[in-house]
Nanobody, 119 residues
Framework: QVRVVESGGGLVQPGGSLRLSCTIS????????MGWYRRRPGKQRELVAI???????NYEDSMKGRCLITRDNAQNTVYLQVDSLKPEDTAVYYC?????????????WGQGTQVTVSS
């Protein structure tokens, strides 16, 4: 079992920035695909950004250009930097880590961190 812990959420003014962190208990972060997802009020959970174990990166269209996902394998941590925040970015942000072991996919989720964009 891998423990996943997010941090860095909070209240941010429109146009502001924040950096979310996700740290896992497994010291082999390099084996995992790491993703950030969010659930906005009244909507289903959606992908925000993902970085694969071989460092391929993908972003949800509305986040391109103002979002950066990076990983620090030595710290077992993945970061999500979001700039130019908008009220519609208000959501609970979740970290997901996934890997395939013996042909079986393992998925682990954090508890989520609330981001509120409001003046």
């Amino acid at each position: 079992q891998v423990r996943v812990v997010e941090s860095g959420g909070g209240l941010v003014q429109p146009g502001g920035s924040l950096r979310l962190s996700c740290t896992i208990s497994d010291n082999r972060l390099s084996d995992f695909d790491m993703g950030w997802y969010r659930r906005r009020p009244g909507k289903q959970r959606e992908l925000v950004a993902i970085v694969t174990s071989d460092n391929k990166v993908n972003y949800e269209d509305s986040m391109k250009g103002r979002c950066l996902i990076t990983r620090d394998n030595a710290q077992n941590t993945v970061y999500l930097q979001v700039d130019s925040l908008k009220p519609e970015d208000t959501a609970v942000y979740y970290c997901n880590v996934a890997r395939v072991v013996n042909f079986l996919r393992e998925d682990y989720w954090g508890q989520g961190t609330q981001v509120t964009v409001s003046s």
